[in-house]
């Protein structure tokens, strides 16, 4: 399975993104969680130990790296560079390891947007094409609110994409915004799953306003999430209703995507 998590900032994916990490785990799979975020916090979220998060550098600012496997300069236009480097190593060398979950810190291309034909767009790009491509793992892509890291050259190889939206106006308005971006790169199979639901008005509201999209499943706004970002540790290890709930989810997606 090959997921995509993205929704408005603050809205709780990273959070639903360690969930499935650890209830994909919890089933025996093997787990690649992909911190695509400008602002990687996945790691947090997963509970992995300060210091194997503190080691970790994103991709995109592994100057050294892309300059060897493309031959550019990082930052540079124009010239001449590989556009298929190779990257097969990478998620195994350049990620961490805990718990049974394999984390890998994308980061952003900083210099001509996320369409520029640069060394390290162009690195990123085959990066994940190769990650979804040939990666024997449950795959989870922890986006921003879009999906630039996806392409249409991907998007076929991505089984799903979570819409992450709480029960607001301006939270499901982004969730159609990012509903748009994924039908124009031909991502087809979407999904909405509401987020920091605290009674069944907000269940009620989501389902009311999901911008045409099927509601996988809802995850409770629970406390547990605040104390386990306090106690640096995984929500799934202090809530039992977070694993419920993301244990249904994991089902329903078993059920929808075949």
């Known amino acids: 399975m090959k997921i995509a998590v993205s929704g408005k900032g603050g809205v709780g994916k990273t ?7 650890y209830a994909y785990t919890a089933q025996g799979n093997k787990v690649l969680a992909i911190d695509a975020d400008p602002s990687p916090c996945l790691g947090d979220a997963l509970g992995f130990p300060r210091e194997l998060v503190q080691g ?62 640069c060394a390290e767009s162009v690195l990123l790009k085959q990066l994940v094409s190769v990650i979804l491509l040939q990666r024997n793992e449950v795959v989870l892509m922890d986006m921003y609110a879009g999906v630039e890291h996806l392409g249409r050259a991907t998007s076929d190889m991505v089984d799903a994409l979570l819409i992450v939206a709480e029960p607001t106006a301006r939270s499901l308005g982004t969730a159609a915004q990012i509903k748009q971006l994924a039908q124009d790169i031909k991502l087809q199979t ?21 911008p045409g999209l099927p509601v996988l499943g809802y995850i409770s706004a629970d406390p547990a999430v605040l104390a386990a970002d306090r106690a640096r540790v995984c929500a799934y290890d ?3 209703t977070l694993v419920a709930e993301t244990n249904a989810i994991v089902t329903a997606l078993k059920q929808s995507v075949k």
Do not use: W
């Not at 959070?15 to 990490?21: I, P, R, W």
């Not at 979407?190 to 999901?210: E, M, N, P, W, Y």
């Open 15 to 21: 959070t639903l993104t360690s969930l499935l990490a």
């Open 56 to 117: 970790l550098t994103p991709i995109a600012d592994m100057h050294e790296l892309i300059h060897e496997r493309t031959g550019a300069q990082p930052g540079t236009f124009g010239g001449i560079f590989k556009m298929n480097p190779r990257v097969d190593d990478i998620p195994d060398k350049y990620s961490a390891t805990h718990r049974g979950i394999k984390l890998l810190e994308l980061g952003a291309v900083k210099l001509g947007g996320s369409g520029c034909i």
């Open 190 to 210: 979407l999904f909405l799953v509401g987020s920091k639901v605290q009674t069944q008005a907000d269940r009620d509201f989501i389902a009311a306003h999901s």
């Open 238 to 240: 202090l809530s039992p």
